[in-house]
Nanobody, 113 residues
């Protein structure tokens, strides 16, 4: 399994921005579809965005137009740029590799109103 380590979370005011990063171990990162999911307090985990090995992207309707997923295969890193943040975006954000079921430890994002 690929090992995943997220960073970049924090506290931000509504309307602000954050960029999350996820560094993956392994030499075949470039072949992996990668994704971000999140879990808000008291709620089930929710898929946020996906990027394929061919750089195709998909987004949940709740973040479309505000979030951007990208990747750098040279750095074994996937990013989530989050703009126009809302209090309802508050959650622990997880980087995932769906192929082998790998999840990172999560990074907390808190958006204050």
């Amino acid at each position: 399994q690929v090992q995943l380590v997220e960073s970049g979370g924090g506290l931000v005011q509504a309307g602000g921005s954050l960029r999350l990063s996820c560094v993956a171990s392994g030499k075949i990162f470039s072949t992996y579809t990668m994704a971000w999911s999140r879990q808000a307090p008291g709620k089930q985990r929710e898929w946020v965005a996906t990027i394929t090995s061919g750089f195709s992207t998909n987004y949940a309707d709740s973040v479309k137009g505000r979030f951007t997923i990208s990747r750098s295969n040279a750095k074994n890193t996937v990013y989530l740029q989050m703009n126009s943040l809302k209090p309802e975006d508050t959650a622990v954000y997880y980087c995932t590799a769906p192929r082998d079921g790998s999840w990172g430890q999560g990074t907390q994002v808190t958006v204050s109103s």
